[in-house]
């Protein structure tokens, strides 16, 4: 593909500086110079121009190199879009039906684009650093074929030739045929050495593994997409083929059971300042855990506190990197094993909650219950293990405001 865009800029530049081809200067920057203002080989003017049939045209020295070079053709298109479905994350359905005004400049370096999800609706996607220079790139790459053509069809992002050094425009979907030619001519093998199956539907998922791995450094959860439910991972990503994807499948398996039995397991909570009672009334969880009289007297004396609770392993590496501080959002700690609450954190407790009830108005009730239900769930459990008066006393510093949590702009209520 970079080898494609390489020569279509330097055949760009000879028809910058190419004149009108005659028999006496037939030369290559000449050519180039007629095809860039009369179209790809096969347009009618060009033979008009050249006084001889389209036959003769097609197979005359340099004519179909210099098109092929100018107007990218389907081969490049292939490799443009499976590249910016690995950098975008974009299902294949709405990258094919993509508009040239889809594309929302928000300056220099960033793009708003909006396509349609078929199974569900449109949807917005403030595209990745990668993707925005591929697309600048295909935009340049395709800009003079978009001028020879109708204005309907120049609005279709995804524009090519059928073949090189022929006139064919196509836009829209491709073919599995296509792509599986496209594969063939390459040499493209996957680890069983047949040839490569491009499945374009999970092109979205290898993007999220690549996002993961920057995000996750170490951590070893193999969800393949965390907005998917479990019966959604089951019935749709659970089809092994090779030993590695064996290994991912079971290592699901595996995370799903600790996510349930996480969240079976009761909270840990401190009715009273006592070390003591901590380790007559949890000892599961002192003896799981190998905590120390320090580290219990620490988890009391609130000097292991996060915002909703005391950590009893901040870097166990449970929902990031182990052996750095974890990563997750305040109300992950609702459901985490590690966290023990006590009547000092009832304030934060309240604020979070007034978060769930101020985004279970302004988010659909399917998508809550995706997102927070089960830790709406768990706080209340969690706040009903306090004694009334300690609520009361804590509700006064409350102002049911999003300034109170840390919150990152996305997860802003109106």
């Known amino acids: 593909m970079e080898e494609s865009y390489a020569v279509h800029r330097q055949v760009l530049a000879a028809s910058a500086r190419g004149t009108v081809p005659t028999d006496q200067a037939w030369t290559g920057e000449n050519l180039a110079w007629l095809l860039a203002r009369l179209g790809p080989v096969g347009t009618p003017g060009v033979a008009k121009h050249l006084g001889c049939s389209l036959n003769t045209v097609q197979k005359r020295g340099g004519v179909p190199a210099?098109?092929?070079?100018?107007?990218?053709?389907?081969?490049?298109?292939?490799?443009?879009?499976?590249?910016?479905?690995?950098?975008?994350?974009i299902v294949p359905d709405g990258i094919d039906d993509l508009l040239v005004e889809d594309i929302d400049w928000a300056g220099d370096a960033t793009i708003l684009l909006s396509y349609v999800k078929g199974r569900t609706a449109a949807e917005s996607l403030n595209l990745p650093k990668k993707a925005v220079r591929l697309l600048e790139q295909w935009l340049s790459h395709s800009a003079l074929l978009r001028s020879h053509v109708e204005p309907s069809t120049a609005r279709q992002l995804w524009l090519g030739l059928t073949r090189p050094g022929t006139s064919g425009v196509f836009s829209g979907p491709i073919n599995r045929n296509a792509v599986k030619a496209w594969t063939l001519q390459r040499g493209l093998t996957g680890d069983d050495g047949n040839a490569l199956k491009v499945h374009r539907g999970r092109i979205r998922t290898t993007h999220l593994a690549m996002r993961d791995r920057r995000a996750w450094s170490g951590q070893g959860r193999a969800t393949i997409d965390p907005n998917h439910s479990p019966q959604v991972e089951g019935d749709?990503?659970?089809?092994?083929?090779?030993?590695?994807?064996?290994?991912?499948?079971?290592?699901?398996?595996?995370?799903?059971?600790?996510?349930?039995?996480?969240?079976?397991?009761?909270?840990?909570?401190?009715?009273?300042?006592?070390?003591?009672?901590?380790a007559r009334d949890y000892p599961q969880l002192v003896a799981a855990l190998e905590l120390d009289d320090t580290v219990i007297a620490e988890?009391?004396?609130?000097?292991?506190?996060?915002?909703?609770?005391?950590?009893?392993?901040?870097?166990?590496?449970?929902?990031?990197?182990?052996?750095?501080?974890?990563?997750?959002?305040?109300?992950?700690?609702l459901l985490c094993p590690l966290a023990v609450f006590a009547p000092r954190h009832a304030a934060n407790l309240l604020r979070l909650n007034a978060f769930f009830s101020r985004q279970w108005q302004q988010m659909p009730a399917a998508q809550f219950m995706a997102v927070f239900g089960p830790y709406s769930q768990r706080i209340g459990q969690v706040l009903d293990r306090f004694e009334a008066s300690v609520l009361a006393s804590a509700a006064t510093g409350v102002e049911d405001r999003d300034e109170e949590l840390p919150l990152r702009p996305e997860e802003a209520t109106l």
């Open 66 to 89: 210099a098109s092929a070079g100018l107007f990218p053709h389907l081969s490049t298109v292939i490799a443009y879009r499976l590249l910016f479905g690995v950098y975008s994350g």
């Open 299 to 333: 988890l009391i004396g609130g000097e292991r506190d996060v915002f909703t609770a005391a950590c009893a392993d901040q870097l166990s590496g449970l929902h990031g990197p182990k052996g750095k501080p974890c990563p997750a959002r305040p109300w992950v700690c």
């Open 236 to 278: 749709h990503y659970l089809t092994v083929t090779t030993a590695s994807q064996q290994r991912a499948v079971e290592a699901i398996v595996e995370d799903a059971q600790h996510d349930l039995l996480r969240r079976a397991h009761p909270p840990t909570v401190v009715t009273d300042e006592d070390a003591a009672a901590l």
